[in-house]
């Protein structure tokens, strides 16, 4: 089957998702770029006092970022500044992609409008620039390296749209766990998908819209703020960002227990966590009628169900009790955790 005839017809090169008000004279601009001519966007914003950023990863083909941009200025997108995130590597076919993108920025009139918008990012470490991911260290300097671009260009204002095509896996990986850490329902996470004689030619611009696709990466919100109003947004290494949001996840469980559970209901919960026992085993220990345990276990089961948000045809029983919960109960958590609970 050719490849235009596997693409899903969606109405443009873009999987739309809410696309921006922009002018009439992006719109003309839109419909005359797949001919070939890419005119200057300077003015266009996606809305008052809202700018966006193209951020793409990149490995040995330059045109990842330049098919990308052409897309979403096709599709009406503004894009106002565009920043790529690249290994340190000064020799081979990944210095030779950023060459060939340096050279296409300074030179191609087609880009004119960002020549002086286009940056360079180098994933570096503690140890400098990383010239290939190999090692651990290599996963955190890139984890880093993103997760700072992006937050900064967050407190800046703008809207973010991401492309994970370019580079080793790794980075498309890490790119990943940036968004969903900071993205909010303006940002976007982009695939691009494009035609196999295009890649193979290398060739920077695509002739028509169906020799590319962008394809739009869905994120689920951590929580109903944007990321970027809360403490998440200070940190500055991404690992110290996951592990806030851990702490976030392991208190509003504390919370549970201890406001949601009566004592009684917490002492079987614990009890029947770290014990394994049966309900009659457990009424023996708690001096209590298994029916009573069991009618105890399955009002912390509902209420769990609650929490959870677990649909109703899905199974909750003390397995699930075990999963959440085992590291906030008992030894050294107390019956609440560290917050306590209800008298």
Known sequence: ????????????????????????????????????????????????????????????????????????????????????????????????????????????????????????VVIAGEAGPVPDLLEAEDFRATLGTLYRLVRDYKQAGYRIHLNLSGGRKLMALCGATVAQLLFDDNDRLWYLQSAPELVASRALFARDSLQVRLVAIPLLRWSPAPPILTDLALAEDPVAALNWQQARLAAAKRHFLAEELTPAEREVAELAVHSGATDDELARTLHKSPRTVSHQLAVVYDKLRAFLGVRDDVRIDRHTLMAEFAGLMGAGAGPAGEEGGRA
């Open 1 to 120: 089957m050719p490849w235009q005839q596997r693409r899903c017809q969606v109405g443009s090169n873009v999987e739309r998702q809410q696309p921006l008000g922009v002018s009439m004279h992006a719109r003309r601009l839109s419909s005359r770029l797949w001919a070939g001519v890419m005119s200057p966007l300077a003015g266009l914003s996606a809305a008052p006092g809202r700018r966006s950023c193209l951020i793409a990863t990149l490995g040995s083909e330059p045109q990842v970022v330049t098919l990308c941009l052409q897309a979403l200025v096709a599709a009406s997108e503004s894009i106002d500044e565009i920043a790529t995130v690249h290994t340190g590597e000064t020799a081979g076919r990944m210095a030779d992609a950023v060459q060939a993108l340096d050279s296409a920025f300074a030179r191609d009139a087609r880009l004119a409008a960002w020549r002086d918008r286009y940056r360079r």
